[in-house]
């Protein structure tokens, strides 16, 4: 279905050695660099890239296991199984990385299992449960940021929290609207792409762009929406009955909706921003199982603070977000050909 595609495509990452170093002042321009191509994975929650250029991530389709591939794509190993022991999962829901270097794997037993980058355990800790895939991203005082599934009956969508595995305490971000964790009940309700740049964190949504800023201790600091996008506002009120209904992944005429499928920070306070915009027979073209024929997809480069454009390009394919290594991620669906793709992207001055 369009709307699990769009959903557990999300992925959260710091931008690292793979974007230009050099500040880009005006007349900036976005290359984009085929780096690897990785045949038959339907789909992931997180990319992560060790320091001997391999990657390690986990099928949201087979997420039992962990995939090493080589820097070229090659499948080397798989790591876990189902089971209840040590290094065994049952749904990885999601993969990070810690601030010293472990792999974190959460599955949906409110598991963390942390491996070394050869894959062996190392400890294991606990999780509140009902995550949202994609969404956790440690902080550097051992500190989680997560997406969590709402628990009240009377609502639907999620809300952000904190979460500390040494003493177990859980803490919403932000103001209490309507005596509600922040996120829930207002125009914020919903999942969204996490990142943890210096002292604060920053919050994208799916399906508004806009982003939140938050500091360390969850209290909101300031927020900006994008203006000059073709992309629709949404507002995240209707969430509970859209999600009932089956409706999130689609416009008020019915018409499939646009996404924002990842979010990243680089170095000099830039945001880039992946989003997915349907063609004019996109649902057609979903019914037939050619999702990423479906869509093209903006990169876009935002001023952190400000919001303000910096640079924006068209492509055309399905963006799946960003690994943590800053390479951008493209998903390739049709009936015959699976397959996730990197690229290599910077901002550079126009020549």
Request: proline letters at 5%; aromatic letters at 10%.
């Amino acid at each position: 279905m369009l709307s699990t595609s769009i959903f557990v495509g999300a992925i959260i990452a710091t931008l690292q050695a793979s974007h230009a170093v050099q500040p880009c002042s005006s007349d900036c321009q976005i290359t984009v660099r085929a780096s690897v191509t990785l045949d038959g994975v339907g789909g992931t929650s997180k990319v992560l890239r060790l320091e001997d250029g391999s990657i390690v991530l986990t099928h949201i389709y087979n997420s039992d296991r962990l995939e090493l591939y080589s820097p070229q794509g090659r499948l080397l190993n798989q790591w876990g199984g189902p089971g209840d022991g040590p290094g065994e999962y049952k749904h990885i829901v999601d993969l990070a990385r810690s601030p010293d270097g472990l792999l974190m794997v959460f599955d949906s037993r409110g598991r963390i299992t942390l491996l070394d980058q050869q894959g062996h355990v190392v400890d294991t800790e606990r999780h509140p449960g009902d995550l949202f895939p994609g969404g956790a991203t440690p902080l550097p005082d051992g500190r989680i940021a997560l997406n969590r599934r709402a628990r009240e009956a009377e609502l639907f969508g999620y809300w952000m929290f904190t979460f500390d595995p040494e003493s177990n305490e859980v803490t919403p971000f932000g103001q209490r609207f309507n005596n509600l964790p922040f996120g829930l009940g207002a125009t914020n309700v919903g999942a969204r792409h996490i990142i943890s740049h210096g002292n604060a964190i920053w919050a994208v949504h799916f399906f508004a762009y806009e982003a939140e800023k938050f500091g360390q201790g969850g209290e909101r600091v300031t927020s900006w929406r994008a203006s000059d996008t073709a992309f629709p506002s949404y507002d995240y009120q209707n969430w509970g009955d859209d999600a009932r209904n089956g409706r999130l992944g689609r416009m008020p005429d019915g018409g499939v909706r646009p996404n924002i499928a990842g979010a990243s920070i680089d170095q000099h306070d830039r945001l880039w921003v992946a989003l997915n915009m349907p063609e004019p027979n996109a649902e057609e073209l979903v019914e037939q199982g050619r999702v990423s024929d479906a869509f093209h997809g903006i990169i876009d480069v935002r001023d952190l603070e400000t919001g303000t454009l910096l640079a924006s390009r068209r492509v055309e394919d399905y963006l799946w977000g960003f690994a943590d290594s800053g390479e951008l991620i493209s998903y390739i669906e049709t009936p015959h050909v699976v397959a996730l793709r990197l690229w290599n992207v910077s901002l550079e001055e126009e020549r």
